[in-house]
């Protein structure tokens, strides 16, 4: 299956849309590192394209690749862990051994605009060669202790001269390292001493913000050695291929997370992937998930999704099977850890999978691609994956024990900082569900509008609400209109004003659920980027917000107002906003698909008769 998979590759452009699916595929073989390494040196060939650009090639992600020896292989990893998440590769390697150079090289490629990660890949070398022979564990102490200490000031540079983010990790202590010493409680020592060192590291990342430190140890516990000691020894590879496989996986899953494609729903199917039987079979009687050995390993499971639901993850169901007896197991049933509750949509009818899920999404009001859905029938991820392949799969079968593995292996719902919205996101969504059924009981869309009473405010961001707008530039992609991805510091630095939008209905709160980014200029305002979440389209509030924005302009004396739209692949609909709005196309264009507007302030937008504005802007 592996090898037809990747001939199969073979016959495919570099960035096909059914790259993914392929990947997907072998990651879930029985040989997954190995499959992707093979497929990322295929991956990684020259495809014959005409001169310019190839369609459909994604932009791509810079990173500079260095460390302490050789990383062979990785390269491949991370080009095939990027594919599978429809991202474009570029990479550059450092010179062997030249880590420490680069860092302190603030002109060079590392703190180069646009290099969105630099990678710093250490092994156990960085300290074990720099001591004396004959060495003591005092001399361990000082050598983790100067290494920390470097790592402190380069982090901190590389915080002020950066845009992209450093990435670090811990180090394994190697056996080999450890038993030189045969004095068993200065061999204890060591190791406290080494875990002293790698919490260090990893503590490195409450300092600086553009860190990110990836600890290899949970990967060095998942299976397979450190490294060959041949290899090690002859050609310096002090990391295993297998190991650099999971660190790339890793560096795959930070950053499509830093690229706003942190999923939001978690979809679960019922029988055996819930519970431990087939309800329509054997009725509630015979259904467990508790109580017995399969069952005790669903209600593990169950239990780990109520871990990433208490995190804003929001949880629906999807399954054929009539919905009252479904709808009673989850009330009812003594095993169930999961109540109806927890869940934001339940879908149970006998209709396809996929129209099922596309139920869930229209009626949160969230894309297709914010969707994860774990399964354990082949045949129904295969017609999800052929009808949506927006969906991201993960893909369970008949042993429960794995389930909790399989549904944390990619890291779906990964963020970079929970915030007070990722908290409350369930309760938010939950009232998606009244907002629907007014919908559908008005007689016209404008009687919805009229009767949800919307609110909108417009302020000056406060110090509390940083991490949630930089959080909107990192998810938010359909409402999005440069789709420049910034941090809390960035936020915080931004040399402009920052205004915040928040909304609220007669069914709740919605919260901070759009940003501006505003500077002035002698020829005007500029708006560097505008965001809302999807979650509040179609109510008018874009036209609000511009309206008032708009207006504000005018009364401050402001010539104009200027806007740019930056396509990618998912804000095409904003395309023509700035047009609605009234902002013409500037005459001169830059070359690119980047577009410039500008709005001369004479006719002006109205707010939308069924919004009550608010808005405060110094």
Request: contains cysteine; aromatic residues 6%.
């Amino acid at each position: 299956m592996t090898n037809a998979l990747l001939d199969r590759l073979r016959s495919l452009r570099r960035y096909d849309p059914e790259v993914p699916a392929l990947l997907a595929e072998l990651a879930a073989g029985p040989d997954p590192f190995g499959a992707l390494q093979s497929a990322g040196r295929i991956l990684a060939r020259p495809d014959e394209e005409p001169a310019g650009e190839p369609a459909g090639e994604p932009e791509p992600v810079r990173v500079t690749v260095g460390g302490s020896g050789t990383l062979d292989g990785l390269t491949a990893s991370l080009t095939a862990e990027f594919a599978r998440h429809g991202l474009r590769l570029d990479a550059r390697q450092g010179d062997f051994g030249a880590w420490e150079r680069d860092l302190l090289t603030t002109d060079g490629p590392v703190y180069a605009p646009d290099t969105a990660l630099s990678l710093c890949v250490l092994d156990s070398s960085t300290v074990f060669d720099t001591l004396p022979r004959p060495w003591t564990v005092t001399d361990v102490a000082e050598a983790t202790a100067d290494l920390l200490a470097r790592l402190d000031a380069h982090a901190a540079r590389h915080g002020d001269h950066a845009r992209g983010m450093l990435v670090l990790n811990t180090l394994p202590l190697l056996r080999s390292d450890a038993h030189q010493l045969v004095d068993l409680r200065a061999r204890t020592e060591l190791a406290a001493l080494w875990r002293d060192f790698n919490a260090g590291l990893l503590r490195l990342v409450g300092r600086h913000p553009r860190t990110h430190v990836v600890d290899l140890d949970p990967l060095v516990a998942e299976g397979g050695p450190v490294r060959d000691a041949r290899l090690s020894a002859y050609a310096k590879a002090r990391l295993g291929s297998e190991l650099l496989a999971r660190y790339a996986r890793e560096i795959g899953h930070l950053t499509r997370t830093l690229r706003g494609r942190t999923r939001k729903v978690l979809v679960l199917d019922a029988d055996q992937t819930l519970w431990d039987g087939v309800l329509g079979d054997v009725g509630p009687e015979g259904i467990a998930a508790a109580g017995t050995v399969r069952g005790e390993a669903f209600a593990g499971f169950q239990r780990v999704v109520g871990q990433l639901a208490a995190q804003g993850v929001l949880l629906a169901v999807c399954s054929k099977n009539d919905r009252a007896p479904l709808l009673a197991v989850l009330r009812e049933h003594p095993d169930m850890t999961l109540r109806e509750p927890d869940f934001v949509q339940v879908q149970a009818n006998w209709g396809p999978k996929s129209e099922g899920l596309r139920q869930i999404a229209e009626r949160l009001g969230l894309g297709i691609d914010s969707l994860v859905l774990a399964d354990d029938s082949a045949f129904e991820r295969g017609q999800v994956a052929s009808a949506l392949p927006g969906v991201a799969l993960v893909p369970l079968d008949d042993e429960p024990a794995l389930h909790t593995e399989r549904l944390l292996a990619d890291g779906w719902f990964d963020t970079p900082q929970l915030t007070d919205a990722d908290l409350q996101r369930a309760d938010r969504y939950r009232s998606e569900g009244d907002r629907h059924r007014l919908r559908e009981s008005a007689r016209s869309y404008e009687e919805y509008l009229a009767r949800l009473d919307v609110v909108v405010d417009v302020a000056p961001l406060r110090p509390g609400e940083v991490a949630r707008v930089a959080q909107l530039t990192q998810r938010t992609n359909q409402f999005n209109l440069t789709t420049r991805r910034m941090t809390g510091p960035e936020v915080s630095e931004y040399a402009g004003r920052v205004l915040t939008v928040t909304t609220r209905d007669k069914f709740g709160d919605n919260g901070l659920v759009g940003a501006v980014f505003l500077r002035g200029a002698p020829d005007g305002w500029h708006l560097d980027n505008v965001l809302l979440s999807c979650r509040v389209f179609g109510r008018g509030i874009e036209q609000a917000v511009f309206a008032a924005l708009l207006e504000h302009a005018k009364a401050s004396g402001a010539p104009a107002v200027h806007g740019t739209y930056r396509p990618t692949a998912r804000n095409g609909r904003v395309r023509d906003l700035y047009p609605s709005l009234g902002f013409l196309p500037e005459p001169a264009q830059a070359p690119g698909p980047e577009r410039a507007f500008r709005h001369p302030l004479l006719d002006l937008p109205e707010v939308p008769s069924h919004i009550t504005l608010k808005g405060t802007y110094q």
